[in-house]
């Protein structure tokens, strides 16, 4: 029988011990798109909400990985994208994914319900490989990516703008396209 959660994810991530120099942006980031995403539930979103978080830590001047790779979770492999900040994995998108999966979320290597260090094995290489919706994203330049979703006429990055108010940071889209055009995923493997 696995232990019951008493505590918030918030609660249980300002109790691992990461050290880093801007680590309250990174809390109030991560959370700020954490609480995005369960407002807006989207499964299989990982790769957007990824790139997301990278922008908005990146606006904070905190160095991060974009990373696009192949998660095993038990036998079962899945393409998958998260953040990696010196080394630690932050995994928001985990949530729901495109096969109908729920996990919990990942702060700094940690499962923030367990409060054990990640079980699922990142950046491995499964026998398959990536799937085709994984090598297009690899393959489509990142502003592309954010301007093609299709929600919204301002696409992804009217997310990151309307997260970027919560964490008290003021972007122009305009900007942020420049200045992210060179951007590309990290792959892990």
């Known amino acids: 029988m696995s232990k019951r959660q008493t505590k918030s994810y918030r609660v249980v991530a300002g109790e691992i011990s990461f050290k880093h120099e801007q680590e309250q942006k990174i809390f109030n980031t991560f959370f700020a798109v954490s609480d995005y995403y369960k407002m807006h539930p989207n499964s299989g979103a990982c790769h957007l909400i990824s790139s997301i978080f990278h922008v908005l830590l990146s606006e904070q001047?905190?160095?991060?990985?974009?990373c696009i790779g192949e998660v095993k979770k038990g036998n079962q492999f899945f393409d998958?994208?998260?953040?990696?900040?010196?080394?630690?994995?932050f995994d928001i998108g985990i949530q729901a994914t495109l096969?109908?999966?729920?996990?919990?979320?990942?702060?700094?290597?940690?499962?923030?319900?367990?409060?054990?260090?990640?079980?699922?094995?990142?950046?491995?290489?499964?026998?398959?490989?990536?799937?085709?919706?994984?090598?297009?994203?690899?393959k489509t330049p990142f502003v592309k990516y954010m301007d093609e979703?299709?929600?919204?006429?301002e696409g992804a990055w009217k997310i990151v703008k309307d997260i970027s108010k919560k964490i008290r940071l003021k972007l122009s889209v305009s900007d942020l396209?420049?200045?992210y055009k060179t951007t590309e995923r990290i792959v892990k493997i």
Request: glycine letters at 8%.
């Open 61 to 66: 001047n905190i160095a991060n990985e974009l």
């Open 80 to 89: 998958h994208s998260w953040i990696e900040i010196d080394g630690k994995i």
């Open 99 to 138: 096969d109908g999966g729920k996990n919990d979320p990942i702060y700094a290597n940690q499962d923030l319900y367990t409060e054990l260090n990640v079980e699922n094995n990142y950046g491995v290489e499964s026998p398959s490989g990536f799937d085709t919706d994984a090598k297009r994203i690899l």
């Open 149 to 153: 979703y299709p929600q919204f006429r």
């Open 177 to 179: 396209r420049q200045k």
